[in-house]
């Protein structure tokens, strides 16, 4: 029977990751997801993995970059002013085709906000982030489970897209405890077959070189190009999510993360009054789970996107839907958490019985 323990998200993720066969960790302290750093420092001082607490984000995201150059599962953490400070390095590493892991436990903003538990980086997470033309693949947890379970899958998509690959958690997941079963015997990082491009010493092999850039004319066009069809692949055969009492739904409640959870007491609620409402819920945000969401909208007439922010996610499902429904809205910016009853009232407004 597989152990459980109860747990801090935020220490979920540190087992996960470690479970994973991951030995580097490079970061810096930032409130809400310190308790990350803190246990990864004592986890892997025993388990003879690299601990590194940088003088800066900036420093931890190009660190990462090395490890993964070299051929090692490395990850790092932050919280959102951090991740903005990532942000040249994870173009640097998605330039170079590198896989990383970068966890986001999600604070409220704009600008150093507070420490409260927000959605409002999404359009960082889902476009990409920094500059030029790329994106990164993104998870949405929305319990301790998926923060034990999620880096595992989080690694592997990286190392088959050679892409960096991005938990968005927010604080109230980080923070809460719950039950986490160690669900997957732990990895052990000398199993993982070598990478192709790992900078590993070249006596016995050809050379190897690993950037994010060419000045050749066209080359780096030519780079972009083929990164696209990277990001189509990506599309097509990754979109991941959960759908609950959606087959009969006149509404369809649209929620990640911590909203996710909220959302699913409100469906709950609005199923014992006679309403026929489910629940879709995205695992990855990037890609996007479209194709599910343009099927349901030839039958489902009304959405309603719940999230912890002034609406990001919104658009697309927007765009996923092609106005073909109703898109209701129900938002909590800077450090709100609506409440099931929230959501219940607005569903009742929106299939007519509410005020």
């Not at 951090?82 to 994870?90: A, K, N, R, V």
């Amino acid at each position: 029977m597989a152990e459980k323990r109860l747990m801090y998200g935020n220490h979920a993720v540190v087992e996960g990751v470690i479970a994973a066969g991951c030995r580097f960790f490079a970061g810096y302290p930032i409130t809400p997801q310190n308790e990350i750093p803190e246990l990864m420092s004592i986890r892997m001082n025993a388990i003879g993995g690299v601990f590194i607490q940088t003088e800066s984000e900036i420093a931890a995201i190009n660190m990462l970059f090395g490890a993964a150059a070299a051929g090692k599962r490395a990850m790092t953490s932050s919280s959102s002013p951090g991740i903005s400070l990532m942000q040249e390095g994870i173009s640097y590493i998605a330039g170079a085709d590198m896989p990383v892991l970068v966890v986001n436990v999600i604070r409220g903003g704009p600008g150093l906000g507070n420490i409260a538990p927000a959605q409002s980086d999404y359009y960082q997470a889902t476009r990409g982030g920094g500059h030029g033309d790329y994106f990164t693949i993104t998870l949405a947890p929305n319990s301790g489970q998926d923060l034990f379970e999620f880096p595992k899958l989080a690694f592997e998509l990286a190392e088959k897209y050679r892409n960096p690959a991005l938990i968005l958690a927010d604080g109230l997941l980080g923070q809460m405890m719950e039950p986490v079963e160690f669900s997957y015997e732990p990895i052990d990082p000398k199993s993982l077959p070598e990478k192709e491009w790992a900078l590993s010493g070249c006596k016995n092999r050809e050379r190897r070189v690993v950037r994010s850039y060419d000045l050749k004319p066209g080359k780096l066009e030519e780079w972009n190009w083929r990164r696209l069809k990277k990001y189509e692949a990506i599309k097509k055969n990754e979109q991941r999510f959960e759908a609950i009492d959606c087959d009969d739904a006149d509404l369809v409640v649209v929620a990640y993360g911590t909203c996710s959870r909220v959302s699913g007491a409100a469906v709950r609620m609005a199923r014992v009054k006679g309403l026929k409402v489910g629940l879709l819920r995205p695992i990855t945000l990037w890609p996007f789970p479209t194709d599910v969401l343009r099927d349901m909208s030839q039958r489902v007439e009304n959405f309603l996107v719940v999230e912890m922010s002034c609406g990001q996610m919104i658009d697309d499902v927007k765009l996923a839907t092609e106005c073909r429904s109703k898109i209701h809205f129900h938002g909590r910016p800077g450090g709100g958490v609506p409440t099931p009853p929230e959501v219940f009232t607005k569903i009742e407004q929106a299939l007519g019985g509410g005020r």
